[in-house]
């Protein structure tokens, strides 16, 4: 098997023929892909409408469409890492359904591949397909993320990407459950390059994240690959104990110049607020990171299959 497509699925029916109908027509006509083999393994993400009857009637069409069906709703990351694993190619493009990921551009990825490059990666150029606040919050999350991360992700880059075999080896070795993919394809090194493209609306139907699912999504990003939220603290702590020393010693010399004065209520009643707003702070993030380890620890699987088309073999351990 030369590629292995991974399409995590979760409510896309209305976009699922449209899809696979121009999927299969860009490796018919593209010379840089026609004489590849290819398996396209479909993730349903626990979806409640009619996309895993859609998927059966597909599957019966093509043998090169293979099905998992998670449980329930699992999230998309546990989604690629089970496409991951099952995959047999000599590399692998994970690629939405939604057509937002064009289809044409996995040619540029496999010429990109044949050069030598382990990991080929679509970096968003042109966005119209997502709203002013959406592409003004993602550009600042990658703005927070950078600083904070000792490995930087591109900006402007997706899941949409070519992982050569030897990548997906070494993704399919960590045992996090904490998982952010994009972190983890930056983490893992290998020889990079981005292609650029202009990302379109959805054919149809609409986006299954809402500004919520993001806010969680970016905490998790931000919490699985870096401590220096954590670490930041000690430099909140000391510079805020600076400040008290420096405030106190002031008092003291006011004190013993002027003599003593009745104390203000405001600024007592202010600094109680702001300290323990700050407490409050440093509690919820050693909360978002103690919940992490309390994961960890249990142990539990990334997602429970609930069942596998007979035409997927299972993958080595």
């Known amino acids: 098997m030369d590629i292995s497509l991974i399409v995590p699925v979760y409510n896309e029916a209305e976009v699922l023929y449209a899809f696979f109908e121009r999927l299969n027509g860009v490796f018919s006509s593209s010379e840089e892909l026609k004489d590849l083999e290819y398996e396209v393994i479909c993730v349903d993400d626990g979806s409640t409408d009619s996309t895993p009857s859609i998927l059966e009637d597909l599957l019966s069409r093509d043998s090169r469409i293979k099905l998992i069906s998670f449980s329930r709703n699992f999230g998309k990351e546990a989604a690629m890492f089970a496409g991951l694993k099952f995959a047999s190619g000599k590399c692998a493009v994970p690629i939405d359904a939604d057509l937002q990921d064009p289809p044409e551009l996995i040619a540029e990825f496999v010429k990109k591949w044949r050069e030598g490059f382990d990991m080929v990666y679509g970096v968003r150029v042109e966005r119209s397909g997502d709203s002013p606040a959406k592409r003004k919050t993602a550009e600042l999350f990658y703005k927070i993320y950078n600083s904070l991360s000792e490995r930087p992700i591109p900006r402007n880059t997706g899941d949409f990407r070519l992982i050569d075999r030897r990548v997906i080896d070494a993704i399919l070795k960590l045992h996090e459950r904490s998982i952010f993919m994009k972190g983890i394809f930056n983490w893992v090194g290998f020889k990079s390059v981005g292609v650029p493209y202009d990302r379109p609306e959805r054919v149809s139907g609409g986006s ?42 002031y008092i003291a010399l006011r004190t013993i110049v002027c003599g003593v004065d009745v104390p203000g209520y405001a600024s007592l009643f202010v600094s109680i607020l702001f300290f323990g707003s700050v407490q409050l702070i440093a509690l919820g993030i050693f909360g978002e990171y103690l919940g992490r380890i309390v994961a960890e620890v249990k142990g539990r699987p990334l997602y429970v299959i609930e069942k596998i088309s007979s035409n997927l073999a299972e993958p080595k351990e």
């Open 208 to 249: 299954k994240w809402n500004y919520w699912k993001l806010w969680n999504f970016a905490l998790d990003g931000i919490t699985a690959s870096s401590t220096i939220p954590l670490r930041i603290w000690t430099y909140i702590g000391g510079a805020i104990a600076s400040i008290t020393g420096i405030y106190a010693l």
